[in-house]
């Protein structure tokens, strides 16, 4: 098998970041040394399963969303929310799937949620059409990157500065008058060398709002980065890396989705009463990288870093019931729209009394600032050769809440404002975190075996302090609670190489995720295993991987997008549980080294997961749980395939997506799930010249209709059909 071919099947790493012209040169690998798992090599010998999605692979199909991305790995379960792929719901190996919140996420190295410790649900997730190259990692490698460490890790590697000067104009148009545009230049000298990125995206949305109005969305996302390196004569190699970005968006998004009997209707409608919903979002970021070679075989790499994210989701929460003055939510009215009939007609635009529907300003800041460094050398003792890798994160974040309720009655189709809230008199804390993690990974080769024992420490403080929502003031605190968490992390994985081709491969680690301020529960810990094997052969590609991960306390979070009328932040011990399942690749070019290639892959994973204690919770995807219930938004079938066709300067893809049903609340038998669904997209694309390529692509080539999710609030719809013309021009 070529090596394009399993790159683009995920089943083996690039070095780092590969540019359109071909494979970086080792001193370029050197300068974008960003990647937190290693080079290509590397990965075939990991003991552990590992993927990566590289640059050529993310232009084939030009995705703007991870979550088609994302879908080429197995073990790598989704829940989409709004269609685009804009607020990403990301879970490995059953880790759950809320927000981003039980995996580790980072860009180019370092943690990228507003407050990966406070709050790591926040709503941000990096550029898709800005990310050159994805690596996933599960298994006992992810206790590198951490703290958490129960399914795996993510991290998105941004756009490298290039060797020579140069850059690329990316435009396309399609459905819903939605327009990309990405765009970077810059290059790297003797000395000095930079490069500037620029996304714009907008869209009208695919939804029809009651009435009138904008279900669309912009964005605009600026990065720089400058490079200084020493000079070619010194004794030392030292290169230092400036890297600023600023991200705003403007969505028209809400939460309140459809019951049931108006998503088989019409699934792209939106209520009437979702008219006024709208998230605005500002993300600033600020990195300081330097790397110095102390040797031949040494060297240490340190960023210190800083974002700061503001956001307010100006949104419908509930609804007023006259008969007692209180609000019922808006997920309890769709699930019953005829005992709530009164409410379920004004979501969908009667007239209402006044103070009928309450809007919630969730008026959110957060900042995270840190430093760390990672110490690696290699050292042989006898026959084994050592890669030792040493690290230190030293963090603090926050999240600032800072919210109020409006109210609003509907009169001939308008919303009359009735009650105007003051900032602060629904919800005001703040939650603090502050954190010490240090890790110790060594990769041990001696003849035909790789060991890779590891363990990490994660040191964690969290304060929630709460102040009075009567006046909305910070000159009285109600209530002040801090707590400490202390966790060893340790891993262990071997690795057996049986021939060139044959790979065996195991690990087994502790996962770990830690409790949110004054939350009331434990951390949550398991015992992850997993044992596979990789065989490359010619034009062919394997990997087979079995896991477990035996929770001895599975932790649930009371969050707005997990739906449901808990208190926000408020979690659950869930006690024992146990996800197993089976992951599998294949990768095949039925022509390779032919004039026109036909590459094929195949990803497929298979889960069980369910519950191994009884208890009752208030969390609402969980409720009432027996020995033996199945976990919610867990598919028991993944699968995706591709078949391509690809000539000197054409080529064309087409991809299979099947999503399985899930059940959306804990529970055995028939029970309130998602809809299965088979999705295809099909692209193109022809090349005029060595600079210019013209694209097309088709997303959701059967127009199928299925709901995604049942949360936060009724049944949502996936993307329908939609087409995308672009230009790609390089220069």
Request: hydrophobic share 35%.
């Amino acid at each position: 098998m070529s090596p394009s071919l399993r790159l683009a099947i995920s089943l083996a790493l690039l070095p780092t970041a590969a540019l359109a012209s071909g494979a970086p040169s080792p001193e370029l690998q050197r300068l974008d040394s960003v990647n937190v798992f290693g080079t290509a090599e590397d990965t075939q010998k990991a003991a552990g399963s590992a993927h990566y999605v590289d640059q050529e692979t993310l232009e084939r199909f030009n995705y703007r969303d991870i979550n088609r991305v994302l879908r080429q790995v197995p073990g790598v379960y989704l829940v989409e929310e709004e269609g685009y792929g804009l607020r990403p719901n990301i879970g490995i190996r059953g880790s759950g799937t809320d927000r981003n919140s039980r995996i580790t996420v980072m860009e180019d190295g370092v943690l990228i949620a507003p407050a990966p410790y406070a709050a790591p649900a926040a709503y941000y997730f990096p550029t898709m059409a800005r990310i050159d190259a994805v690596e996933i990692r599960k298994g006992s490698s992810a206790i590198q990157a951490g703290p958490r460490t129960t399914g795996g890790a993510i991290n998105l590697i941004s756009t490298p500065i290039p060797s020579e000067g140069g850059g690329e104009l990316d435009l396309s148009y399609g459905s819903d008058a939605t327009v990309l545009a990405h765009g970077w230049a810059g290059g790297m000298g003797e000395r000095f060398g930079g490069m500037v990125e620029v996304v714009r995206q907008s869209t009208n949305g695919f939804k029809q709002i009651d009435g009138g109005g904008d279900a669309g969305y912009e964005l605009n996302d600026v990065v720089a980065k400058l490079r200084w390196v020493s000079a070619p004569d010194a004794g030392v190699y030292q290169q230092l890396d400036l890297k600023v970005g600023h991200n705003t968006q403007d969505s028209n998004e809400t939460y309140l989705g459809l019951a049931d009997a108006d998503f088989r209707a019409d699934p792209n409608r939106r209520y009437a009463a979702s008219r006024l919903d709208n998230i605005q979002t500002e993300q600033n970021l600020l990195e300081l990288r330097h790397l110095i070679e102390l040797g031949d075989n040494t060297t240490l790499n340190t960023v210190a870093y800083r974002t700061e994210f503001s956001r307010n989701w100006y949104k419908l929460n509930d609804v007023l019931n006259p008969l007692n003055g209180s609000y019922v939510g808006i997920g309890t009215i769709l699930a019953d729209p005829a005992t709530w009939a009164d409410q379920y007609a004004w979501l969908t635009g009667e007239d209402s009394p006044a103070n009928a529907l309450r809007l919630r300003n969730n008026n959110r800041s957060y900042y995270a600032q840190g430093l760390q460094t990672v110490l690696g050398t290699r050292f042989a003792t006898g026959a084994a050769s050592h890669e030792l890798e040493v690290g230190l994160r030293v963090h603090r974040d926050q999240e600032d809440r800072y919210q109020d309720d409006d109210r609003y009655r509907l009169q001939g189709g308008q919303f009359v404002l009735t009650r105007d809230g003051a900032p602060g008199t629904q919800d005001n804390r703040v939650g603090d975190a502050e954190a010490l993690s240090l890790f110790v990974h060594d990769t041990i080769s001696f003849g035909k075996w790789i060991l890779t024992p590891g363990v990490r420490y994660e040191r964690i403080d969290l304060a929630s302090t709460r102040y009075s929502t009567a006046t909305g003031l910070r000159d009285v605190v109600l209530s002040k609670v801090e707590t400490e968490v202390d966790e060893v992390i340790p891993g262990f994985g071997a690795t057996y190489l049986l021939s060139d081709s044959l790979t065996l491969f195991g690990s087994v680690h502790r996962g770990f995720n830690p409790p949110g301020p004054a939350s009331g529960a434990l951390s949550e810990k398991s015992v992850n295993g997993e044992f596979g094997l990789r065989w490359n052969q010619g034009a062919t590609g394997v990997e087979l991987v079995g896991f477990v991960n035996d929770y001895s306390n599975l932790v649930g979070t009371c969050t707005a997008s997990s739906g449901g009328n808990c208190n926000l932040g408020d979690q659950f011990d869930g006690g024992e549980a146990r996800v197993s399942g089976l992951e599998a690749s294949l990768g095949y070019d039925f022509n390779e080294g032919g004039a026109v290639s036909v590459p094929f892959s195949l990803a497929y994973t298979y889960t069980q997961a369910e519950f191994r204690n009884a208890f009752v919770s208030s969390f609402e995807e969980w409720g009432t749980v027996a020995v033996g219930d199945q976990l919610p938004y867990l598919p028991e079938h993944l699968v995706h395939a591709e078949l391509g066709l690809a000539g000197e300067r054409w080529r064309l893809g087409l991809a299979a997506n099947y999503l399985d049903d899930m059940r959306t609340e804990a529970g055995s038998g028939p029970g309130e799930r998602t809809d299965s669904a088979m999705v295809w997209d099909l692209t193109g694309g022809y090349q005029l010249n060595d600079k210019i390529e013209l694209y097309a692509r088709v997303e959701n080539l059967s127009d199928e209709t299925y709901v995604v999710a049942r949360r936060p609030a009724g049944a949502r719809p996936g993307q329908p059909r939609s087409a995308f013309v672009g230009m790609r021009i390089g220069f």
